[in-house]
């Protein structure tokens, strides 16, 4: 037998617990659920735009949209130098140095941003179908036979938003906004769009510099079904004036870009075998802009 002196609880098995858990809370199993925003009729929201791009996204679109415009060529080491210079300005201001900026600390929280995207919804009964990022006009005549087969194009446009909790005499619970606000991702059609550019516009109007990037907005919902809401600013951003709100959303708004996207990216050829069509699809054409993407990765 063992004596005490000789015991030691560090030799033996104690790895085949290092995987063992508990039921703390902390614990949980992540979900791939995704909820996204959606309305009921009667209700009023007050939310916040989360979407933006990094400022070295901006800096390239801006970029390539002037060269375009001018009929130049892209200069990308002066668009470098310039990626350089406003990541210096930022880390300066949250005193850090550039390599210690988290992805949130580089937004260019100046333009409120929405992906864009032609959609087309294939049923199938035996399941595999779904809302897909349209392809038709793309491949070629002999691949739109088959995307002609789907639901009429749709277009949508895809955002994050901080969803502020509210209270039931339609003021917002400013006490609990840590705790009951949600980031959540937002699919609006083209009318909601076109409503959001004209609020957009009469804010530039009224006060230079001002934008929906930087000002609530007020939804009441008009209809659940359809998604219908009267839209109004309401102020500065709650997230922009309080760096504790800030810093509890703007990171999860981050973690959602990649996913806000409902609609999912298929080929021809995959749509084919969805339909139960053999044999070779059109040729799928792909974007190529590595080079200007590796503007990014080499700041």
Request: one cysteine or more; glycine letters at 6%.
């Amino acid at each position: 037998m063992m004596s005490a002196e000789e015991y030691d609880p560090f030799v033996g098995d104690e790895d085949d617990y290092e995987d063992d858990v508990d039921l703390n809370p902390e614990n949980k199993a992540p979900s791939n659920r995704l909820d996204r925003f959606k309305g009921e009729q009667g209700k009023v929201y007050r939310v916040s735009l989360m979407y933006f791009h990094t400022l070295e996204q901006s800096i390239i679109q801006r970029s390539k949209r002037k060269a375009a415009k001018e009929g130049i060529k892209l200069d990308k080491a002066a668009v470098k130098t310039v990626i350089q210079k406003a990541l210096t300005q930022r880390a300066e201001q949250l005193k850090k140095s550039v390599d210690e900026l988290e992805v949130h600390e580089k937004l260019d929280l100046k333009r409120a941003q929405f992906k864009k995207h032609n959609t087309q919804f294939l049923k199938l009964e035996e399941g595999g179908g779904g809302l897909f990022i349209s392809r038709l006009g793309k491949d070629g005549p002999e691949a739109d036979r088959y995307w002609n087969q789907l639901d009429d194009v749709r277009t949508y446009y895809y955002t994050v938003i901080l969803v502020y909790p509210m209270k039931r005499n339609g003021k917002i619970d400013m006490e609990n906004i840590i705790r009951d606000g949600e980031v959540m991702p937002w699919r609006l059609g083209s009318g909601m769009f076109n409503t959001l550019i004209d609020k957009n516009e009469m804010l530039k109007n009224l006060n230079a510099g001002s934008s929906l990037a930087s000002t609530d907005l007020t939804f009441s919902c008009k209809n659940t079904k359809f998604q219908n809401f009267d839209v109004d600013p309401a102020g500065e951003s709650l997230w922009i004036k309080s760096d504790k709100i800030r810093n509890e959303f703007l990171p999860q708004a981050v973690q959602l870009y990649d996913r806000m996207v409902d609609a999912r990216a298929i080929t021809t050829a995959e749509l084919k075998e969805k339909l139960g069509v053999s044999g070779d699809s059109g040729e799928d054409v792909t974007d190529d802009d590595d080079d200007l993407n590796a503007l990014v990765d080499n700041v």
